[in-house]
C-alpha cells in the first residue's frame, strides 16, 4: 500500500537538447514505499527524465523537491549522497575489479565513515561487507571477491542492482534493469524491487517489458512525445490498455 509521505517530486519540468524538446511539463509525486512503472516508445523521454531525477541533467524549467525541498543537482553525486540511487540502463560494473570493490566504487563517503572506524578497510571486511550488503536486498553472489568478468550477464546485473538499492536511503530509479536476462533472474530482479519498496523505498522501474511492469508497480506513469498521458494505479490497466496508451491508440 502506498500510504507513505511524497519523497521526491518533479513539478512542470521541461528539458530541451538545443531545438530537441525531450520533456514538456512534467510533474509527478513518488511516494515512500510506492513503485511506480515509468514507460513509453523509445524517445518518449524515459531516460531524460532519469537523467533529470539523478542529477546528470538539470532541468531547463520546473524544480525537484526531495523531502519537500527544493533541490539543485549538480552532478549525479549531490543526488546519491541525498539517498538517490540510479541504474542507468547502459550502467556497468568494473570487470576487472572484484565484486566487493564494485559494491564499493564511488562510495568513498561511506568508506570513510568505516575506515574512521576501522583505521583502515581490510580487504576481507569489504568482502564481507559487500557481501552482507548484497544478501539484504536477495541477491546471492557465490564470492564476492571473485573479479566480476568471471560471473554470467545475469549474475552481474544482479550486482549493480544489488549495489544500487543496498546503497539507496530514499529512491532507487532503475532504468530497464531487467532488459536482457532470463526469467528467472527477471524473477529476482522484481524481487528486489518488492523488497526495496518494504524498506519504505520509493521506487522509478522503467521498462519495456509490460507483464513487469503490470506485475510489480503500485502506479503507472505513461509518456508520449516529451509529455505524461497518464498516471494511475496499476490496478487500472491490463496488457492491452496499457500499449494502447503508450501508442496512442488508448487517450487515457
Ligand atoms: N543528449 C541528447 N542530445 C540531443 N537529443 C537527445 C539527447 N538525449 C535524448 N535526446 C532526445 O530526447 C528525446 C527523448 O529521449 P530519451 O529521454 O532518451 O527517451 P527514452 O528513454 O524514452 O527512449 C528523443 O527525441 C531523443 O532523441
Ligand atoms: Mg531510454
Given at each position: 500500500m502506498t500510504t507513505g509521505k511524497v519523497l521526491y517530486e518533479v513539478k512542470n519540468v521541461s528539458k530541451n537538447y538545443g531545438s530537441v524538446?525531450?520533456?514538456?511539463g512534467v510533474s509527478l509525486k513518488l511516494h515512500a514505499g510506492e513503485v511506480i512503472g515509468l514507460v513509453g516508445d523509445n524517445g518518449a523521454g524515459k531516460s531524460t527524465l532519469v537523467k533529470v531525477l539523478s542529477g546528470a541533467h538539470q532541468p531547463s524549467e520546473g524544480v525537484v523537491e526531495l523531502d519537500g525541498e527544493e533541490r539543485r543537482w549538480d552532478s549525479p553525486h549531490d543526488a546519491l549522497v541525498a539517498g538517490v540511487e540510479t541504474l542507468y540502463q547502459d550502467s556497468g560494473l568494473a570487470?576487472?575489479?572484484s565484486v566487493s570493490s564494485n559494491v564499493f566504487l564511488g562510495r568513498e563517503k561511506f568508506s570513510k565513515g568505516l575506515l574512521g572506524k576501522l583505521g583502515f578497510l581490510a580487504q576481507k571486511d569489504m568482502d564481507r561487507i559487500a557481501h552482507e550488503n548484497l544478501e539484504k536486498v536477495g541477491i546471492a553472489v557465490p564470492?564476492?571477491?571473485?573479479?566480476?568478468?568471471?560471473?554470467s550477464g545475469g549474475q552481474r546485473q544482479a550486482v549493480a542492482i544489488g549495489r544500487a538499492v543496498s546503497w539507496a536511503s530514499k529512491v532507487i530509479i532503475l532504468d530497464?534493469?531487467?532488459?536482457?536476462?532470463g526469467a528467472r533472474q527477471a524473477g529476482e530482479v522484481l524481487a528486489v524491487i518488492q523488497q526495496a519498496k518494504k524498506r519504505g523505498l520509493g521506487v522509478i522501474f522503467i521498462s519495456h517489458t509490460l507483464p513487469h511492469v503490470l506485475q510489480v508497480t503500485d502506479r503507472i506513469v505513461v509518456l508520449r512525445l516529451g509529455k505524461i498521458v497518464a498516471d494511475a494505479p496499476?490496478?487500472?490497466?491490463?496488457a492491452e490498455s496499457l500499449l494502447g496508451t503508450i501508442t496512442g491508440l488508448i487517450e487515457k
Open positions: 524538446q525531450a520533456l514538456t570487470p576487472h575489479l564470492q564476492s571477491n571473485r573479479s566480476v568478468s568471471q560471473l530497464e534493469p531487467t532488459n536482457h536476462l496499476t490496478s487500472t490497466f491490463d
